[in-house]
């Protein structure tokens, strides 16, 4: 036998209706372009005085599920990515669907799985979405990598009897960007990053396997790259305004939108209401080729959330 090949697996997921209750019926399937979600096993050694030069023998402090699989943003399937690292989605529509998708204080339980070589197949059980990040650069696709952490991990000997459809349309790429900073078109961003971290603890009582997994303080970053062509958005980090040239005390905000289009009735977006830039840095450069200044801000709080994504596409649920 020569052994399974790393490039057969897939990650299937659904939302859970409540805690203990994993799902019987996948939702959403998709390959891999990176990352992997396995099995936790936490161990340590005992440790005593008993005159012995040996280290202790092994014991198992926690179980779990853990794991940061990445995988192209196909219309298809990324409501749902969406849904399980924000925590709220709203579907309207018939036949072609707009899925809103805004952060919620209380984030769902989900089930995610693992087939590997048509041999392993696993399933991880009561799982939250620690860290969301979609990210792409200029002229390749976009990806969403989910970390994930989970209370449960449970080997099946079989494929699950009715697993969704594969994601298979053509992913997002950066080509298909429209951006807007502070309201206005730009065709000068080159990359994007967008993070949602939910900051997930793990509470453990009487067991090796976790009583709860707990979102803390939730955290919004948008990072892009933007070529150095005119002075605006520096000053307006340093001074407050397009032409200021006096440093000021003030934080200066805007706002941003990010959207992936392949038709009126497919697309990717993001819209951030208000970010703060906390770095804007223009380094020089010996090689003599045009500026990019990597761009970090954080969304800041608003009345409509810190970031809402829209995903267009053709499933009701």
């Known amino acids: 036998m020569a052994g399974i090949r790393g490039n057969q697996a ?3 997921f659904a939302k859970q209706s409540v805690k ?7 939702t ?3 390959f891999l372009t990176g990352g992997n979600i396995s099995p936790t096993r936490n161990t340590d050694q005992y440790s005593e005085t008993d005159a012995n030069r040996e280290e202790g023998d092994t014991f198992v402090t926690q179980t779990g599920a853990a794991g940061a699989p990445e995988f192209y943003v196909r219309d298809e399937v990324m409501h749902h990515a969406l849904q399980a690292g924000f925590g709220s989605i709203s579907t309207s529509g018939t036949t072609n669907y707009t899925h809103t998708i805004n952060l919620a204080n ?3 339980y989900w089930t ?3 087939m590997q070589g048509a041999l392993l197949y696993e399933q991880y059980e009561d799982c939250m979405v ?3 990040t979609v990210s792409a650069e200029a002229g390749q696709p976009l990806t969403c990598a989910l970390d994930i952490a989970g209370r449960k991990s449970v080997r099946v000997a079989a494929e699950w009897a009715t697993p969704p459809t594969t994601a298979s349309s053509t992913p997002y790429n950066f080509n298909e960007a429209a951006v807007t900073l502070g309201g206005g078109a730009t065709a000068l961003v080159s990359s994007f990053e967008l993070t949602v971290t939910n900051n997930i603890s793990t509470q453990q009582t009487d067991d ?4 709860d997994v707990v979102p803390g303080l939730r955290a919004v970053t948008l990072n892009f790259d933007m070529i150095f062509e005119t002075l605006a958005e520096y000053n307006k980090f340093h001074t ?3 032409s200021g040239t006096t440093q000021s005390p003030n934080v200066f905000t805007t706002s941003a939108d990010f959207t992936f289009t392949k038709g009126i009735n497919n697309s990717v977006a993001f819209s951030f209401p208000k970010i703060a830039y906390e770095d804007f840095p223009v380094e020089p450069d010996t090689s003599g080729d045009p500026i990019t200044v990597s761009v970090r801000s954080r969304a800041q709080r608003h009345a409509s959330g810190k970031v809402t994504a829209v995903v267009k596409n053709q499933v009701a649920t």
């Open 208 to 211: 090796s396997i976790p009583y």
């Open 130 to 132: 620690n860290e969301l």
């Open 106 to 108: 209380a984030l769902d």
């Open 20 to 26: 203990g209750t994993p799902i019987t019926v996948f």
């Open 240 to 242: 407050g305004t397009d």
């Open 112 to 114: 995610f799985a693992k």
């Open 10 to 12: 897939y990650l299937a």
């Open 28 to 30: 959403d399937k998709t």
